[in-house]
């Protein structure tokens, strides 16, 4: 399941390199049979971003248009991301993570830690003892 997860994140980051061929003049050329949005700006874009940490609730607010997905991206960017759960995971294998990157504004976007990254640290440093969380990071 990780293996799949990490195939379609490269095929998300490679969309971007795409638009890094393009002179701003061939966007333009196209841009404006895309609508109101793009499949960067869409609310099922936006939701991954939200599930894979990237949180800006901001954001929500650019499909206030359309009710459901509005109502939907506001319930998401106040969940738990996959990272979050990555930290609650080291937290529960023992790791000191701090109280206020496990209990926070989810909507927020995350602030880095001394202590999660000497948690990484370690995890990195001893595959041998942890290859699941380092398979995991």
Same mark, same amino acid.
């Given at each position: ?11 998300l980051i490679s969309s971007w390199h795409i ?15 895309l609508g109101q949005s793009s499949g960067f ?13 990237? *949180?800006?609730? *901001? ?15 506001? *319930? ?48 990195? *440093? ?12």
């Amino acid at each position: 399941m990780l293996s799949r997860i990490v195939r379609i994140q490269e095929q998300l980051i490679s969309s971007w390199h795409i638009l890094a061929t393009m002179t701003p003049t061939d966007y333009a050329n196209f841009r404006p049979h895309l609508g109101q949005s793009s499949g960067f700006q869409s609310h099922q874009y936006r939701e991954l971003e939200f599930l894979l940490g990237n *949180k800006n609730s *901001k954001l929500v607010d650019l499909h206030a248009d359309n009710p459901a997905h509005f109502e939907h991206l506001q *319930k998401i960017v106040q969940q738990p991301s996959i990272y979050d759960a990555c930290l609650k995971l080291l937290s529960d294998r023992g790791f000191n993570i701090p109280s206020s990157h496990l209990q926070r504004n989810w909507s927020q976007a995350y602030s880095p830690s001394i202590e999660v990254e000497k948690a990484w640290t370690t995890i990195y *440093k001893d595959t041998d003892t942890h290859w699941e969380l380092y398979e995991l990071a």
